[in-house]
């Protein structure tokens, strides 16, 4: 009798333990579906040259940050104001700013996460520079927002 009730608990013990096990998986990936949402919203108003929509997506006193080589082979970092770049976004363009991320990373832990994204972008059709966005996103009331972005620019070896 002792033996029946030990494995009538251990089953019910290892049942609720899949559950809570699934529960984490389910609610990590529904993070993650909301953050790369956020990331998402950013490139389709930088495509619709959507002032607004872009704005939505950032935290105030976000940063931005650009690491390049030059032809010295010299690490330059140029740090670029977010309000400056929505405006540059929300003026019309005669070519779509198309920036294309692909085989997306992100990292969560509780109301940070970190997103790596290669990316190639185009103006209109014709290819223009690729590298890696670096996303710091910060959980608020709001949603998910981006506090920062590093990204690299090169023209060459892209994948």
């Known amino acids: 009798m002792k033996i029946t009730c030990a494995k009538e608990y251990l089953k019910k013990a290892l049942f609720f333990s899949l559950l809570i096990t699934i529960s984490n998986i389910a609610s990590a990936q529904s993070q993650e579906a909301l953050i790369r949402s956020s990331v998402d919203q950013l490139f389709d108003g930088m495509r619709s040259g959507d ?3 872009l ?3 950032f935290q105030p006193q976000s940063v931005l940050t650009s690491i390049s ?3 010295n082979d010299s690490v330059v970092s140029h740090q670029g104001k977010t309000e400056e770049f ?3 976004v929300g003026k019309p ?3 779509k700013w198309d920036e294309r991320i692909y085989d997306v990373k992100i990292s969560v832990d509780g109301p940070m ?3 790596w994204a290669p990316y190639k972008f185009y103006l209109g059709d014709t290819f223009s520079h ?3 966005n670096v996303f710091t996103m910060i959980k608020t009331g709001q949603g998910w927002k981006i506090h920062a972005i590093t990204d690299t620019r090169r023209k060459a070896d892209c994948l």
């Open 51 to 53: 002032s607004s929509a």
């Open 55 to 57: 704005r939505s997506v």
């Open 69 to 71: 080589v030059n032809a």
């Open 86 to 88: 929505i405006t540059a």
């Open 93 to 95: 363009h005669p070519k």
């Open 113 to 115: 996460a970190i997103v």
């Open 130 to 132: 690729c590298g890696v």
